[in-house]
T-cell receptor
């Protein structure tokens, strides 16, 4: 299995909702990442997990809460989001922290009403 | 932090012709330079990469060149085909990628039949 799987593919939520995005990989990778991509823009790094511990938080607002319950799973919990948070959220993984090659998932497209 | 500039933002070429996309980076400590292809509705897919100890790398119709002195790297696609139409992102990373990737703004490549 050489894929990063993200669910759901599409999510529409109101500003008062609580929802979660999920990411799963079975490649034995020990580094996992969340990126945010706005339309016609490059991906922007949000969080990095190394060996299931948060190693980088790029000053992301607390309404985004990441979680790495085990080496194969990465969640992004969403609460009280704003319409400007609407974007494609990409998960990626790499074999070990510091390994350059990132494998991306197809993304979860989030719309906040 | 690292800053990656990418040109052009849009490139239209005739099928069968070559396409060249150029990127510059700001931090001489960057040591890994991947190129990603992103098709509509999909996540970025790694197509080729190069490390700072190599000047050129080729994989069939795709090649990447790196000029460390000028802090400049380029993607070359020969004999372009309709399926090459996509958005292409260059990226750079330091510390072996432990801090994630810094992406250029992307190039929308259009292959005219």
């Amino acid at each position: 299995d050489t894929e990063v799987t993200q669910t759901p593919k599409h999510l529409v939520m109101g500003m008062t909702n609580k929802k979660s995005l999920k990411c799963e990989q079975h490649m034995g990778h020990r580094a996992m990442y969340w990126y945010k991509q706005k339309a016609k823009k490059p991906p922007e790094l949000m969080f990095v997990y190394s060996y299931e511990k948060l190693s980088i938080n790029e000053s992301v607002p607390s309404r985004f809460s990441p979680e790495c319950p085990n080496s194969s799973l990465l969640n992004l919990h969403l609460h009280a989001l704003q319409p400007e948070d609407s974007a494609l959220y990409l998960c990626a993984s790499s074999s070990v922290p510091g390994a350059n090659v990132l494998t991306f998932g197809a993304g979860s497209r989030l719309t906040v009403l | 932090g690292e800053n990656v500039e990418q040109h052009p933002s849009t490139l239209s070429v005739q099928e069968g012709d070559s396409a060249v996309i150029k990127c510059t980076y700001s931090d001489s400590a960057s040591n890994y330079f991947p190129w990603y292809k992103q098709e509509l509705g999909k996540g970025p897919q790694l197509i080729i990469d190069i490390r700072s100890n190599v000047g050129e790398k080729k994989d069939q119709r795709i090649a990447v060149t790196l000029n460390k002195t000028a802090k400049h790297f380029s993607l070359h696609i020969t004999e372009t085909q309709p399926e090459d139409s996509a958005v292409y992102f260059c990226a750079a990373s330091m510390r072996g990628g432990a801090d994630g990737l810094t992406f250029g703004k992307g190039t929308h490549l259009i292959i005219q039949p």
